[in-house]
């Protein structure tokens, strides 16, 4: 893979400037894109991972619709968070391994810039399919169509985040031994507002308080965490591979 | 304590064994640092006089 | 004015930073064992009865300043971190992974406290009050930074990642304070507010801010132990250590 990245990336700096900060962004965005889909198992295995965790709560619970509609939400919300996890710990493993990750480091064009395009398609490859299925998990739950777009809404808003956090976390634990465990313990405590407004949006809108604040402070933190997630990532992967 | 002795002694009991249990742990840990040091001084000096 | 600051600059090095320590230790020792007894004493027996918690609140006094010091220490911690990611001096460094395992042992306590009070005023051993849930998350951070340090083999990255992780941390700690209680607000019915502290004798204020001082005193001196051990077996090589230890 070194050799189609590099032919991707710009060589020097100047090349960079000419070609842009977005084609920088495209590039990263799809060749990783790329990797994943002539390695579809790994992205099929955090969604089938989210429908199985989702599918268990009733078997575990019991069948009893009234029920499962209070702790769909949570759950969705949880199972997402779970789902995420998994497939962070490739987030950067598989570039580390080879050495393109150091190369992205040495290369021109700003490292916040490419890491940012592997959060992008971490987020398309991991994220998006379960914003898209999620509905159908809901119906499980026996979800109203209102409350099911705000699920979606709020998994639109917050797998983001999801991947932007996590990647702080994957940056931190590369190369570390034992770093799938010790990811998830950085990770969690961090995803936990996300959980709330993410879970609670759902809540709200089913007990008629309205998503609106909600679904906003979610959207304030994906705001707040595009700025700096990708600087401490940087900054992660600079000590990680110094 | 009115009832509560449970858990008012409870509460001070953990909290004063675990306050008591750092230092000491930390003395142990001290001391081990120390003696690995002097255990690998007196190595060298060992070594020094057969050589 | 130059030389005062090589003077202060000559200590940030472990080097001359660990005498310095252990001549500072027993005096913090002594401070923490002296306020920790006038706290105690105004606690127990001083500070009367409270009027609908009965003997049952003084739990309080261990209770509130352990979680006062858990919640400042992260802060002291994340300071020291980022001191040490930022102008690359090794001893902030040590200092933010000695000051960690004090953090969660004070975040430890007030969870068990929270939870001795708890079972007597409220009749349960936990309830998901905004508070305990932000303290339980405070702990699970000091884990993750422990953890974290405890895995990488390398010292100086160990710092640095921890330091980048405390910095995170510490940015979402008001968030995930923020979120929490707000959390707990929509489902109001589900727990009972702690807010509701019985009204305050002075005698109790000056008992908890006798108790508080104390663990702060506490805190110091056992960091102040901890980093002389962290320097011992980092410059374990050096040739410093090698004539300390004589």
């Keep these: 893979m070194r050799n189609s990245l590099a032919a991707q990336l710009p060589a020097t700096s100047a090349e960079a400037g000419g070609l842009g900060a977005l084609s920088v962004l495209a590039a990263v965005i799809r060749r990783d894109l790329l990797l994943a889909l002539r390695r579809k198992s790994e992205v099929l295995t955090s969604l089938f991972f989210f429908v199985i965790v989702v599918s268990l709560f009733p078997l575990g619970i019991g069948p009893e619709m009234a029920l499962l509609r209070i702790i769909a939400p949570g759950v969705l919300w949880v199972a997402a968070l779970l789902a995420a996890m998994l497939s962070l710990q490739r987030l950067f493993a598989t570039d580390y391994a080879d050495g393109t990750l150091e190369q992205m480091v040495l290369s021109p064009a700003p490292l916040g810039l490419l890491v940012m395009g592997k959060i992008v398609a971490h987020w398309l490859v991991t994220g998006l399919p379960l914003v898209l299925i999620a509905p159908l998990l809901g119906l499980q739950y026996d979800l109203a169509p209102q409350a099911l777009g705000i699920l979606m809404l709020s998994l639109l808003i917050g797998t983001p985040l999801l991947s932007l956090i996590g990647a702080i976390g994957a940056a931190l634990t590369l190369g570390v031994r034992g770093g799938g465990v010790l990811l998830s313990l950085l990770t969690l405590p961090l995803y936990i507002p996300a959980l709330i407004f993410g879970a609670g949006a759902v809540e709200a809108d089913i007990s008629g308080l309205g998503a609106v604040g909600h679904l906003s402070l979610l959207a304030a933190l994906l705001a707040l965490s595009v700025f700096f997630a990708p600087w401490a990532t940087t900054a992660s992967l600079r000590i990680a591979l110094e | ?51 | 004015m130059n030389n005062k600051i090589i003077h202060w600059f000559k200590f940030g090095s472990p080097q001359s930073f660990y005498p310095l320590a252990g001549k500072m230790l027993p005096w913090f020792v002594a401070l923490a064992v002296i306020l920790g007894i006038a706290g105690l004493w105004l606690g127990l027996f001083v500070a009367p009865t409270d009027a609908t918690q009965g003997e049952g609140y003084r739990i309080i006094f261990i209770h509130v300043a352990a979680s006062w010091m858990s919640m400042f220490l992260y802060a002291v911690m994340a300071f020291w971190a980022g001191i040490g990611l930022a102008l690359n001096t090794r001893l902030s460094s040590m200092m933010a992974s000695a000051i960690a395992p004090t953090g969660a042992l004070m975040a430890f306590l007030s969870l068990w406290t929270g939870a001795l009070w708890g079972k007597p005023m409220w009749g349960t051993w936990w309830v998901w009050d905004a508070r305990l849930t932000s303290e339980l998350i405070l702990l699970f951070l000091y884990l993750g930074f422990i953890a974290l340090q405890a895995a990488i083999d390398e010292p100086r990255r160990a710092d640095k990642a921890g330091a980048i992780l405390a910095l995170v941390g510490v940015v979402n700690v008001p968030i995930i304070a923020f979120s929490v209680k707000w959390w707990n607000t929509l489902h109001q019915g589900a727990s009972i507010s702690m807010t509701k502290a019985p009204s305050m004798a002075v005698t109790m204020l000056w008992g908890m801010l006798l108790m508080a001082l104390c663990l702060w005193m506490y805190s110091i001196a056992m960091t102040l132990m901890r980093v002389r051990a962290i320097i011992l077996e980092r410059e374990r090589h050096s040739d410093w250590v090698k004539h300390a230890v004589e």
Aim: net charge positive; glycine share 10%; charged share 25%.
């Design chain 2, 1 to 51: 304590m009115g009832g509560y002795a449970f858990y008012v002694w409870g509460s001070f009991g953990v909290a004063a064994v675990a306050l008591a249990i750092e230092p000491l742990l930390l003395r142990k840990r001290q001391h081990d640092v120390i003696d690995s040091l002097r255990r690998e001084r007196s190595a060298d000096q060992q070594q020094g006089k057969t050589v």
